[in-house]
């Protein structure tokens, strides 16, 4: 088998198979096929697809390209819940101890924020002490004893997948539908769980634009995750506007802090109800999504939720005080609010300009390597829906930068104002299953 004769077979537009597929990725994990040849593939990918067969192969010949994670050993069933990325989106942060609280084992692997989007474990790093990776048998132990863990990924899981997004990202093949759902579904796969709920972003802050674009790929991954015997649903949910109002690391973990305590934002608790309601149905804890509901407000009700991420950050060794007094987290030296020109309703908020604009404050990372403040990043004080008057604050800046060039401007056009009243919208777009 050689690799040029892939490359003309699907440039040709023809199938592959699953044997050419698996050669395929052990090529590219072994460094036998070149990074020229790999790029030439993924651009026939781009260029002609791949049928729902073919991306359940390169799903599974990607996700046992390195170290499986088998979760067996942890008494019921697991659940994990992945975002395509988003701004604001703080969710996990709040929902893996929700269900948690109720029953369901949430063992989860979470990555780092890189540009517009946040990172899980960013957001957990902000509380001092707080460990991101364990061990497989320490995470195994911690999610039997407390039912909940969220870690950073081993670099032993699924290193076919980092190659090809590094070559995806420099080669103009990132927006390849087949080749994100298999990225994704790929690691998840990997990290062993039982059963995977997708948050599927859409909006001017997610990568899928569109709803119909969203659609397709959650269709898609639900698909693959049908074929290879997990129980796999997908919700998309709008990124025209941030999550909740707090974007940054440290201030989302606050605000995330607030929905355990009962007073979290309107969207952000919309999509915690939602989201909560579905993992617990796929953990069998919950027989409709009415019951799933109910348990996770009362578990925010009770405070369960809140003392399961208490407990959380203890076996992984944080500072506990800081979720008891979320006052303690530092507050960044300068503090700039951003005032409305007009009188008016907010009818948008440009989602990538907040996320970019964050990100120059300190609160992201534009390359790998970038270090983040986690005290910086902006919290919104209106949203979509909201009537506002000329100097009415729109959202405060929070950054230890002296030098914050257009920030404060870019913030400020991130507001569409117009005189015309318009509904909030809603945060739940669609439920694929």
Do not use: W
Not at 24 to 44: C, E, H, K, W
Not at 67 to 73: D, H, V
């Amino acid at each position: 088998m050689r690799m040029v004769d892939l490359i003309e077979k699907k440039r040709d537009g023809k199938i592959l198979t699953k044997d050419e597929i698996q050669y395929f990725i052990r090529g590219v994990s072994n460094g036998s096929i070149p990074d020229y040849q790999t790029s030439a593939f993924l651009m026939t990918v781009l260029f002609q697809g791949m049928n729902e067969e073919e991306t359940s192969f390169l799903t599974d010949a990607m996700e046992h390209s390195g170290e499986t994670i088998n979760l067996s050993k942890i008494q019921g069933a697991t659940v994990d819940k992945h975002s395509t990325g988003g701004v604001g989106d703080k969710t996990s942060l709040a929902l893996g101890p929700l269900v948690a609280s109720c029953g369901a084992k949430l063992a989860k692997m979470s990555g780092r924020g890189l540009g517009h989007t946040g990172g899980t474990l960013d957001k957990l790093e902000s509380i001092p002490g707080f460990k991101i990776q364990l061990s497989i048998d320490d995470f195994i132990h911690q999610v039997n004893e407390i039912g909940l863990a969220i870690v950073g990924q081993t670099k032993e899981v699924d290193p076919a997948d980092k190659k090809l997004y590094a070559l995806r990202d420099v080669t103009g093949t990132v927006e390849s539908i087949p080749l994100i759902a298999s990225s994704i579904m790929s690691k998840k796969l990997a990290a062993g769980a039982d059963t995977i709920l997708l948050d599927v972003k859409v909006g001017a802050g997610a990568f899928m634009k569109t709803k119909k674009s969203a659609q397709e790929l959650a269709h898609l991954m639900v698909k693959i995750g049908k074929h290879l015997n997990r129980d796999t649903r997908a919700i998309l949910t709008g990124m025209e506007e941030p999550l909740g109002y707090a974007v940054g690391n440290a201030l989302e973990v606050k605000e995330a802090i607030d929905e355990l305590n009962g007073h979290g934002p309107k969207d952000f608790h919309e999509l915690i109800l939602k989201a909560g309601s579905i993992m617990l149905c796929q953990a069998k804890i919950a027989k409709t999504e009415e019951e799933g509901e109910r348990k996770i407000q009362e578990a925010i009700d009770n405070r369960k939720g809140l003392e399961k991420l208490k407990e959380m950050v203890i076996k992984q060794g944080g500072d506990v005080s800081y979720i008891e007094n979320p006052c303690k987290f530092p507050i960044s030296s300068l503090i700039i609010p951003v005032y409305a020109e007009k009188d008016g309703y907010v009818h948008h908020i440009d989602s990538l300009a907040i996320g970019l604009t964050a990100m120059r404050l300190g609160a992201g990372r534009a390359t790998m390597q970038d270090e983040i403040d986690h005290s910086s990043g902006i919290v919104l004080a209106k949203k979509v829906g909201d009537f506002v008057q000329k100097g009415d604050v729109l959202c405060t800046l929070y950054t230890n930068k002296e030098d914050i060039g257009r920030a404060k401007d870019d913030a400020s056009d991130a507001f569409l104002i117009k005189k015309e009243k318009i509904a909030a919208p809603s945060i739940l777009l669609d439920y694929i299953r």
